[in-house]
Nanobody, 120 residues
Framework: QVQLVESGGGLVQTGGSLRLSCVAS????????MGWFRQAPGKEREFVVG????????DYADSVKGRFTISRDNAKNVVYLQMNSLKPEDTAVYYC?????????????WGQGTQVTVSS
């Protein structure tokens, strides 16, 4: 069992930055690929970025490439999402997720989410 707790959300102006953190419980954090998703009001949840167990591979949605950076610290059981050049369309609840599968085909665990609001 893995529990995920996100933090770092908030209100920021267009062009600003935020860093989200996701702390995982359990001793097997390094065996999971991690991802960030987001869900805006009235929209479906969408994949933002994923990172493999070692941090050696990352996969970004086109909408955030060049602006967002995912990283992980397996010693601290934490995955980060650095978000720069934020836009109003980035406003959403951001969720951290963990998967034991390759190719991000199925996500086993989810956090409760953290709100990110970008004002215009």
């Amino acid at each position: 069992q893995v529990q995920l707790v996100e933090s770092g959300g908030g209100l920021v102006q267009t062009g600003g930055s935020l860093r989200l953190s996701c702390v995982a419980s359990g001793r097997t954090f390094s065996s999971y690929a991690m991802g960030w998703f987001r869900q805006a009001p009235g929209k479906e949840r969408e994949f933002v970025v994923g990172i493999n167990w070692s941090g050696g591979r990352t996969d970004y949605a086109d909408s955030v490439k060049g602006r967002f950076t995912i990283s992980r610290d397996n010693a601290k059981n934490v995955v980060y999402l650095q978000m720069n050049s934020l836009k109003p369309e980035d406003t959403a609840v951001y969720y951290c997720a963990a998967t034991s599968t390759s190719g991000y085909s199925h996500w086993d665990y989810w956090g409760q989410g953290t709100q990110v609001t970008v004002s215009s």
